[in-house]
């Protein structure tokens, strides 16, 4: 267990709707990362935040966003779902904004029919 | 731009036999740092081992280590002794010291099959 929480385990939804997934960094971590791992596209990043600001963004798609709360927990909106975006969603976090060890959680497995 | 490749899409070894990962990457950066991540069937995410760019020496943990060859942007992962439950789906990954993105940059991944 890396103490990184994803919430929820799996969601299933139809194209064009809108989804909130959920992360809770390892206690004491300020950075949490954002990943989506496709069969095509293999593991990519999406964005990066660090104490509630964005720190970078990677090949996040605009109908995607994201954000840091002041609890340090992140959600990771997505909408106008499309059949593409089904994927396996991942957070991990960091202590810090610089090259830690990221800790991943155990993911969220999106489905869109 | 960074990029990392893992030219060898399966593997399978004998269980208490040892293994060779392959890992290749690019990067213009002088400082940076890579990583060995295991995937099981669960699908979670484990880090295996970590390597610092500017530490010459192979890092190793336990039955793990590397074979980090700079010039050559190579960083190999041997598993000794292997067991069943080191077979997985295993990711090399690099991730910048300097600046501001501190993303990892994933292979597309090495399946392990581990034959009793």
């Known amino acids: 267990d890396s103490g990184v929480t994803q919430t929820p385990k799996h969601l299933i939804t139809a194209t064009g709707q809108r989804v909130t997934l959920r992360c809770s960094p390892r206690?004491?971590?300020?950075?949490v990362y954002w990943y989506q791992q496709s069969l095509d596209q293999g593991l990519q990043f999406l964005i990066q935040y660090y104490n509630g600001e964005e720190r970078a963004k990677g090949n996040i798609l605009e109908r995607f966003s994201a954000q840091q709360f002041p609890d340090l927990h992140s959600e990771l909106n997505l909408s106008s779902l499309e059949l593409g975006d089904s994927a396996l969603y991942f957070c991990a976090s960091s202590p810090r904004a610089r090259t830690d060890t990221q800790y991943f959680g155990p993911g969220t497995r999106l489905t869109v029919l | 731009a960074q990029t990392v490749t893992q030219s060898q899409p399966e593997m399978s070894v004998q269980e208490a036999e040892t293994v060779t990962l392959s890992c290749t990457y690019d990067t213009s950066e002088s400082d940076y740092y890579l990583f060995w991540y295991k995937q099981p069937p669960s699908r979670q995410m484990i880090l295996v081992i970590r390597q610092e760019a500017y530490k010459q020496q192979n890092a190793t943990e336990n039955r793990f280590s590397v074979n980090f060859q700079k010039a050559a942007k190579s960083f190999s992962l041997k598993i000794s002794d292997s067991q069943l439950g080191d077979a997985a789906m295993y990711f090399c990954a690099l991730a910048r010291s300097g600046g501001s993105n501190y993303k990892l940059t994933f292979g597309k991944g090495t399946l392990l099959t581990v034959n009793p």
């Open positions: 206690s004491g971590d300020l950075s």
